[in-house]
């Protein structure tokens, strides 16, 4: 009964909670698996706020605190992982820093060149675009991670570290490969936030803090669709991807009667925090 | 660099002292859009059209909370989905292959659109902004595009509408009063970002690197770019004021 009871404990939980079981067609007895639950003792005894059943390991002040720290955690991670891919690719130190020089026009590429074969690539000219996404978004997912650890903080926070031993990741040995681990990654990252988002408060919605979560998903959403054309597949969402966490139905529960079922790309995939926390545990150094 | 890729800018051409290396679809779909040279265009179907072109402010949006927002999202999903519908007639019209790259994309993307559309009015029943009685019930949308020869210029606006749509989702969430519908909004206006990214990719592969308002053609904001994070700020009123109104792209029929 503990982890109900650190739902019970947070409005938000309990309202995530019962759209979760309704989405399921379980909401009436969701409400009375909570009734029947409540008033016992919690057992752990947390130093902050945590939700362990959503945020596992994750801390803060306030749900919204969660979220954003969630995110953070993420960014740090995507953020290292396309340095590290950066790196490699243009026959930089493992342990080298982004070059302080960001690109100022979308066909800038810093001062970065390729170095490592280019793979698979359908032509010249797509390997040529993925490399410049990689410099562009390298960037960008530095910018987001600063952004967030600014934000946490300036609100009285505590903003989540990087892990100390460092990040490890599966990186191929051309930009093809490379590439693909990129995009299975931003797209566990627009599936993160999509399934993060609705934790937030209602204090969020009015406040700013719950469109600017939903900004930097649309932006990690246009990183995995440009990412795909890359490639050569399509702009997505596409449900089942090799190496991304499961997707969830953003329908699932809302009533539309007109057009369902719907296409594969129709709306966005989302995954439950605590899926992508544990899916992303193995790049943890 | 500011983001503003907005419908914004085209809202009043008229008036614009610069012509900001604007191609010809903006000047043609703006001055179309503004009832200016209707009969040089040679649009038949605007010769037709017997309608009006009111402006609608979010006030004008049927509903309150949640149900306003919705109904200002499948205004512009309407508007989209007849967009993309007529920019595939004028693709082909002008010529361009069906194994076209972007033609197979802007295919897909219309097929998406238009369950957006469907889902939204069947979400809304006898609410939605498009059922008998309600303001877009017999709404109609001339963009020009019987006036356009470039193929590019099409991609460009499709471009800038799916650009200014994933704006304006981001914009229109501070409106909704409690998380109902906020995982479904998030679900479809990241469909858009991924759109309007892989019209960019389409763009600048094909040496397009201007939109119709003169910013640069962007898969996402560059980092230096109000932190790499799409803007949060696109009113409702603001996008309304371009998309509808004598100088926008939707006639009352």
């Known amino acids: ?285 | 660099m500011k983001e503003t890729n907005s419908l914004l800018e085209t809202a009043a051409p008229a008036q614009r002292e610069e012509s900001r290396g604007a191609s010809d679809i903006v000047r043609g779909a703006a001055l179309a859009a503004a009832g200016i040279g209707i009969a040089a265009l040679g649009s038949a179907r605007r010769a037709q059209a017997q309608g009006t072109k009111p402006l609608l402010t979010f006030n004008d949006i049927p509903g309150t909370g949640n149900i306003k927002v919705l109904n200002y999202a499948l205004a512009l999903e309407t508007l989209e989905a007849d967009l993309y519908v007529q920019a595939i007639a004028r693709l082909q019209a002008l010529g361009v292959p069906a194994n076209d790259a972007a033609l197979t994309y802007v295919q897909s993307f219309a097929q998406i659109e238009a369950d957006h559309r469907d889902f939204l009015r069947g979400a809304l029943g006898a609410s939605a902004i498009t059922a008998p009685g309600q303001p877009l019930a017999t709404a109609s949308f001339d963009f020009g595009l019987a006036a356009v020869t470039d193929p590019n210029a099409i991609l460009n606006l499709l471009y800038l509408v799916e650009n200014t749509g994933t704006q304006a989702y981001l914009g229109a969430i501070k409106y909704f009063t409690d998380y109902t519908y906020i995982a479904v909004a998030g679900g479809i206006q990241a469909t858009e970002a991924r759109h309007t990214a892989t019209v960019a990719a389409l763009l600048l592969s094909r040496g397009v690197t201007t939109d119709p308002n003169g910013n640069p053609v962007s898969t996402a904001p560059l980092s230096n770019n109000n932190n790499g994070i799409d803007i949060i700020n696109l009113e409702p009123t603001a996008v309304l004021a371009v998309v509808t109104g004598p100088n926008g792209f939707t006639i009352i029929n």
């Open chain 1, 1 to 285: 009964m503990d982890q109900l009871d650190e739902i019970l404990r947070s409005e938000v939980n309990r309202r995530a909670f019962i759209t979760r079981m309704g989405a399921a067609g379980l909401g009436a007895a969701a409400v009375s698996l909570l009734a029947g639950c409540g008033g016992s003792s919690a057992t752990t005894a947390v130093s902050g706020f945590g939700d362990p059943v959503n945020f596992p390991g994750i801390q803060g002040r306030s749900q919204d605190d969660l979220v954003l720290n969630f995110a953070l955690t993420l960014e740090i991670l995507e953020a290292d992982l396309y340095r590290q891919a950066l790196n490699k690719a243009s026959g930089r130190p493992a342990g080298a820093a982004l070059d302080a020089t960001a690109p100022t026009s979308p066909s800038d590429r810093g001062s970065y060149t390729r170095t490592i074969p280019t793979g698979a690539f359908a032509n010249q000219q797509l390997a040529d675009v993925a490399f410049l996404y990689l410099v562009q978004y390298a960037y960008v997912e530095a910018a987001h991670r600063d952004f967030l650890n600014v934000a946490i903080q300036s609100s009285g926070g505590t903003p989540v570290t990087r892990n100390p031993g460092g990040y490890n990741f599966p990186l191929g040995d051309d930009l093809f490969s490379i590439t693909g681990l990129i995009y299975a990654v931003e797209e566990t990252g627009v599936r993160a936030y999509l399934g993060a988002a609705p934790f937030m408060s209602n204090a969020a919605i009015t406040n700013g803090l719950l469109a600017t979560a939903v900004a930097i998903h649309s932006t990690e959403a246009r990183h995995s669709a440009a990412v795909a054309y890359t490639l050569g597949l399509e702009a997505g969402p596409v449900f089942a991807l090799a190496g991304v966490t499961p997707g969830r139905r953003v329908t699932d529960g809302v009533a539309a009667a007109v057009g369902a079922p719907y296409r594969q790309q129709t709306f966005q995939y989302f995954s439950d925090p605590a899926v992508v926390l544990n899916a992303v545990q193995p790049f943890f150094g």
